[in-house]
C-alpha cells in the first residue's frame, strides 16, 4: 500500500471510531427514553423488562450503527476497491 492509502485507512478507522463513541452516547439515550416510556405506560418496570429493554433497544441501536459504520469505511478506507480488482485512478 502506498503511503497515501495507508492515511486514508487510517483517516478512515479513525472516524468510525469516533462516530462509534457517540453512538454508544445515543444508544444509551435511546435506552433511557425506552424505558421512560415504558414507565409511563406500564407505572412500574421489573428488572427483567430493564435487562431486555437495554439488551434489546441498545444492542440494536450499536449493531445497525456498528454494520453500517463498516460499510461506509469499507468504502473509504479502500478494502471496496481492492476487493472489485480496480486500480486507483492517478
Known amino acids: 500500500m502506498t503511503p497515501e492509502q495507508l492515511a ?3 483517516e478512515a478507522w479513525a472516524r468510525y471510531k469516533r ?3 457517540w453512538m454508544v452516547l445515543v444508544a444509551a439515550a435511546t435506552v433511557l ?8 405506560e406500564t407505572g412500574e418496570l421489573r428488572l427483567h ?8 433497544v441498545g444492542l440494536s441501536v450499536l449493531v445497525g450503527t456498528g ?3 463498516l460499510v461506509f469505511l469499507s468504502n473509504t478506507s ?6 472489485s480488482g480496480r486500480k486507483d485512478q492517478e
Do not use: C, E, Y
Open 78 to 83: 479502500g478494502h471496496d476497491d481492492a476487493a
Open 19 to 21: 462516530l462509534m463513541k
Open 49 to 56: 423488562m430493564v435487562i431486555a429493554t437495554i439488551a434489546g
Open 33 to 40: 427514553l425506552a424505558l421512560a416510556w415504558l414507565r409511563a
Open 8 to 10: 486514508r485507512a487510517a
Open 67 to 69: 454494520l453500517m459504520g
